[in-house]
Structures are given as C-alpha cells and as structure tokens.
C-alpha cells in the first residue's frame, strides 16, 4: 500500500569525504566526552578493573608466580579483558538502549547524520576507553608490581586487547537491541560478572573447577584473555588462531543479531 | 474539508498548487488495533506556519513522525518537497523538534549544537543558533543542568541549527511556564520571518491561535476542522454567560438566542450568539441574579465544540465541515 518504503537504503546524501570524514570524528568526539563525564562510566566500568588489580596483584599476592609468571604480570591479562569488556558492553548496550527507549535516537534520525556514524562513534569509543584501562593496568604494574617486558610486547597486548574489544562492542550493540533503558544495566551485569568469573578473569583458570574450565572454552572472554596472557606468558598454549576465530565467528553472531534488532526497529516504525 | 482549506489559503495569500511542500495524502496509521490516524489529508504549504490542534492522543505526533520518514503508513501518501520524507537530501531541507525522554546530559549545549550542524551542508554559525535561541549564556552549561524550558529551547536550536526550509515542531512547548512559552514563541515567529515553512503540534490552543496562519483540528485520528483561527473560531462563535440565579435549567433555555445551558457547582453557564439581549432577559426575570461573568468563546471553546461534536455526533468529516457552519448548536 504504501508507496515509500525501501528508499532509506537506496538515496544517499552526496557529501564531500572530508565532511563525512568531519561528521564521523565530531561523533566520536562527542560520544567520548559523553562517557568520559558520565560517572556511572568511568568512576565504576573504568575503575573496579584498576582497583582489583590494586588489590589482588599489588596489596595481596606481588610476590607470588603463577606458571613462570608474577601475579602482577599475569593479571594484566585477566583484568585486562575483564576492564575491555565492561568499557566495550557498558559503552554500547547502555547509551544504545537508552537512546532507542527514549527518543534521542529518532531525534538523530531525523537529522541528516549518516546512521552508521552513530554506531562507529559506539564502537570507536569503547575501543578508546578499553585502551586506557589496559594503559592504566600497565602503569600500576610497572610502578608498584614490578611489571618488566619488552616495550614491544606491552604494545602487543595493548593492540590485541583494544582489538578484543570489538566483540564485546558487537555484543553490547545486540543486547542494545533488546533491552529496555532501565533495564539494560542490570542485564549487561547479569552477563557480564558471570561470564568474567567463567572465563577466569577473576581467579585464574587453572584454580578454577574443571566443569568450569571446560565452560570457559565457550566463553569469548577466555579467548581474549588467553590471547592477552599468551603475550604477556602464562597463557595455556592453545593456539592463538582458535582464539581469534571464535571471537571473530562471536562477532558476526552478535553483529547479525544487532542487525535483527535493528531491522525489527525500523519495522516498528517503518511498518 | 477541502474547500474550507482551499478558502482559508486564499483569504491569506494566493494557493498554488506547487507550492506545498508537505502533504498526507488519504493516510491510515494503526499501531496494532488502535486507528491512529484515520483517511488523514493534510498539507503544508511554503512559508505558512501550521498548526495540528488536538488533544494528547489524537495523533498529531503519529503524523510528523509520518512527514519525518520515521514511520510508514498502512495506506496513503506521504510527500515532502515532492518526494519520499526518508530522502535523506530532505532531511538535510528539515528541522525536527520531538519529544524526547532523554538527552545525553553530559554534553553542553554549544557541543550539541556542534554535533548537529555538522550533519547539514550549510549550518547557521554557532553564534547564530545560540542568539536566535536566547542561548548565548547557556552554551557552556550541561544539557542536564538546565532547566525544562531551557532544555527545549536546545532542543529548538538542533531543528533550526540546520538553517532548514522546512521546520517540524512536535508540542514545542509542552510543560513550559508562560514566560519560557512566550520566549520560544517569539524565536518560532523569527523563523518564520526568515522565511521558514513551520508545522507545529499543539494541545494549547492559545499557542495555535498566536502563531498559525492555519489551524488543522485533529480528534481521534481524524481532521475535523480546517481555517484560519479566526475561521475556527466563528465555526462556535459566541459567547459564554456565566451566573448564579435561581432560575431553572429549562427555563433558561427558552431563552431566545441561548444555544446552550449547562448547571456549573452552584452557577449556571449559558452559551449564547449574543450575549446582551440574554443578559438583559436574565435580569428581567431574576432581579437577584448574581456572580455575572460574560467571556467570548475563543478558540479553546471552538477546540471543545468542535470535538464534542465530531465524537457525539460520529459524523463523518466532509458532512462536518459542509453543513456544520452556520448550524445552531443542540443542547446537551
């Protein structure tokens, strides 16, 4: 019945690269100084990484090796993932969920801006934060546990942890997709501490049960963290491409699932 | 319908065909089994400044978010600047104020304000925005530190920042005091001095009466009145008696030129084509007749007619607005 429907896919605005270029850094610009001053972001996402890390690798077990490695060191490698993780989920789900349920997003979609703008600007900006909490992870390492490796691999495990925040960023878009606004946090909580635990990023894998060993190996946040470990040593020595191909393969899974949602949204309204 | 609309354009300046520049065209829209708008025809044309009169409820927002390609009809036509309203060049020719539950708080005004005129090829400058919006002190401060008017004049400022042709105004006003509504007025009234075509919604009456060259009522997904607000106004000319007497409901309405008697707490309320000659009878008949108050009905008394009536009588729209006019009013 209705004459226009699929012409959102198909016109597109003629705009010189270096404005679209312009559009896409303001977002992201924009997207990050939001975060950087909501407190709910950074004073608990940011921080609970940096203050068990403080706790359980600096005040309680500094001295200690797991495998051939110090706990300060190893934990660099759980604490990373797990700060990655929390930046990635909380900096997409929540914004995401809360702009559908209450009207920001039509307010933007009702603009000109490029709609993908609003989702790289997400993804971008969680990739940014995750690289400072691993940045401060480091820092607290080296000055106060003792923390010495070659520059080179420090850079490493930054890159792929920063990288690794990419399918949690996929995910966070997904459960934005299908959560309320106020119900969003506690949903990525409920996800996101559980799934932490499982992967060993709290309490090595090792001393963790073997039922909940054999779970990590389904858990993406276990593949990043022994990709991380397998950096900065004390990783279990799977091969580092399995690591990788099940996070990626988690990636398209929560990215189509975020395209299902996305596509439900605009059935809801274009419908 | 059509013709009151047609007549009203040109009592205000000569109707060319062409130069609409948004229409809905015969438009259902249901959300699951409630009709939200129902065989609405509609049109903005360049330059005037329209408002969607009717209470919460009515539709007035299911039809801009329509004419702003957020929402597809179930049937009909929806055209803006001749195309589809989810071309995306149209979007960069309009402006959008909605109602939304929540802006990001953290950011300040003149960053939002930033964000948004990036997306258009020629923004105002930032100076602009924020003088045309009464902003200028306000540019530092956090979207969450202001205060609701303060908040929907930003809100005002990204539709405008654009400098777009087209302006949609979904309840610019809603829960502002009469100061802050007075103020985003004037700055609505600018814009439209700067040329700008405006559709904007409205439960105040007083608001579309203030600003509207022309009035398009809606009740219950359908339009039931078009014009100017002063021809909304004569559909239920009259004026409104208000007084205590002791004389009986029935007696009153034999009254000539009465068209309406209501029992009000301990008053009577008397709806009349003209007021003098029915207080002069009042008084005649009741010397101690007290508390005498005579009020014209304005538009707010057109709006309340004009949806009784439409909802009481079921009548459908062209009947309405061709036999309705000079049409005495029954009573209640």
Not at chain 1, 234 to 243: L, R, W
Not at chain 2, 223 to 236: F, H, L, S, V, Y
Request: hydrophobic fraction near 45%; charge should be neutral.
């Amino acid at each position: 019945m209705s004459t226009a429907t699929l012409a959102l896919s198909t016109a597109r605005i003629e705009r010189s690269p270096s404005h679209t270029a312009t559009i896409y850094l303001k977002e992201i610009k924009y997207e990050f100084l939001k975060n950087l001053r909501l407190r709910m972001y950074t004073a608990s996402v940011l921080s609970f990484p940096l203050m068990f890390y403080v706790l359980f690798g600096l005040v309680l077990n500094a001295h200690q090796m797991i495998g051939g490695t110090s706990v300060p060191t190893y934990l660099i490698g759980t604490y990373g993932p797990f700060g990655v993780m929390g930046a990635s989920l909380f900096g997409t789900a929540a914004g995401l969920a809360s702009d559908r349920g209450l009207g920001w997003l039509q307010v933007k979609r009702a603009s000109p801006m490029p709609p993908f703008a609003y989702f790289v600007a997400k993804i971008v900006t969680s990739m940014i934060f995750s690289g400072f909490v691993v940045l401060a992870l480091f820092a607290l390492g080296v000055l106060f546990g003792g923390v010495r490796m070659p520059v080179l691999l420090a850079v490493r495990a930054l890159g792929t942890l920063v990288i690794g925040s990419l399918p949690f960023s996929a995910m966070g878009l997904a459960l934005g997709y299908f959560a309320g606004p106020n119900s969003a946090p506690p949903m990525i909580n409920l996800i996101y501490l559980p799934m932490s635990f499982c992967s060993g990023l709290w309490v090595p894998i090792m001393f963790l049960p073997k039922v909940v060993q054999q779970i990590a190996h389904a858990l993406p946040p276990y593949h990043l963290s022994q990709l991380a470990l397998g950096i900065v040593g004390g990783g279990q020595h799977e091969p580092s491409a399995t690591h990788w191909e099940v996070l990626a393969a988690f990636t398209m899974i929560c990215l189509g699932v975020a395209r299902i949602g996305f596509q439900r949204d605009q059935e809801k309204m274009y419908g | 319908m059509i013709a009151v609309a047609e007549e009203s354009q040109l009592s205000q300046r000569p109707a060319q065909p062409d130069s609409i520049v948004a229409s809905l065209d015969g438009i259902n829209k249901n959300y699951g089994d409630i009709r939200a708008l129902r065989g609405v025809d509609f049109g903005v044309h360049a330059g005037e400044v329209v408002a969607l009169l009717g209470p919460n409820g009515a539709g007035k927002t299911t039809a801009v978010k329509l004419l702003l390609g957020l929402m597809q009809p179930n049937s009909g036509r929806v055209r803006v600047f001749g195309g589809d309203p989810t071309n995306p060049e149209n979007r960069m020719r309009t402006g959008a104020m909605l109602q939304v539950g929540k802006v990001p708080e953290t950011l300040r005004v003149r960053e939002h304000i930033d964000l948004f005129s990036t997306y258009y090829e020629h923004p105002m400058p930032l100076a602009e925005v924020l003088a045309a919006t009464g902003l200028e002190k306000l540019s530092d401060r956090k979207f969450g530190d202001l205060s609701g008017g303060q908040r929907q004049r930003v809100l005002f400022a990204l539709a405008i920042c654009g400098d777009p042709d087209l302006l949609f105004l979904d309840e610019p006003t809603v829960g502002l005091d009469v100061e802050a509504r007075r103020l985003l007025w004037d700055e609505i009234r600018r814009m439209v001095d700067r040329g700008k075509t405006v559709l904007l919604t409205t439960h105040y009456l007083q608001e579309a009466d203030a600003l509207a060259d022309r009035v398009a009522v809606i009740n219950q997904g359908e339009i039931i009145a078009q014009g100017t607000p002063a021809e909304i106004k004569a559909k239920t000319s009259g004026k409104r008696i208000r007084c205590i007497t002791s004389l009986s409901v029935a007696s009153v309405r034999q009254i000539a030129g009465v068209s309406d008697v209501k029992e009000d707490r301990e008053a009577l309320e008397i709806h009349a084509v003209e007021a003098e000659p029915v207080v002069r009878e009042l008084l005649a008949r009741d010397a101690r007749l007290s508390g005498l108050e005579i009020t014209s009905a304005g538009l707010e008394e057109a709006f309340l007619a004009l949806t009784q009536d439409s909802a009481r009588n079921g009548i459908n729209r062209t009947e309405f607005t061709e036999s309705r006019h000079p049409r005495p009013k029954e009573t209640q």
